[in-house]
């Protein structure tokens, strides 16, 4: 079982910057991708960034250029810099973990499980 603990997000005008952070604890093998989603009102969830174990990082096409994700593999945390913010950056922001784990029952490894954060609210206002 992994946690995954965010804290960052608040209230910021347009143009501003905020730091979100994220820290898994917990039982696992290695992480083998981690980052961010966020869904805003009346909208599906979306990928914002995801950084691979190969330190390759997906962004989403709205926030190139603004956003920049970081990863502390001692600390197992990332870190999504936003900058440049508009209020269609609003949404909460959820942190993701894809692990590899022991099954605590049956003792077999399994990759690509899944974690999500409680998520985090970032509101922009114009």
């Known amino acids: 079982q992994v946690q995954l603990m965010e804290s960052g997000g608040g209230l910021v005008q347009a143009g501003g910057s905020l730091r979100l952070s994220c820290t898994a604890s917990g039982s696992f093998l290695s992480i083998d991708a981690m980052g961010w989603y966020r869904q805003a009102p009346g909208k599906s969830r979306e990928l914002v960034a995801v950084m691979t174990s190969g330190s390759s990082t997906n962004y989403a096409d709205s926030v190139k250029g603004r956003f920049t994700a970081s990863r502390d593999n001692a600390k197992n945390t990332v870190y999504l810099q936003m900058s440049s913010l508009k209020p269609e950056d609003t949404a909460v922001y959820s942190c993701?973990?894809?692990?590899?784990?022991?099954?605590?029952?049956?003792?077999?490894?399994?990759?690509?499980?899944?974690?999500w954060g409680k998520g985090t609210p970032v509101t922009v206002s114009s």
């Open positions: 993701y973990a894809s692990v590899r784990e022991r099954d605590r029952y049956d003792l077999r490894v399994y990759s690509g499980v899944e974690y």
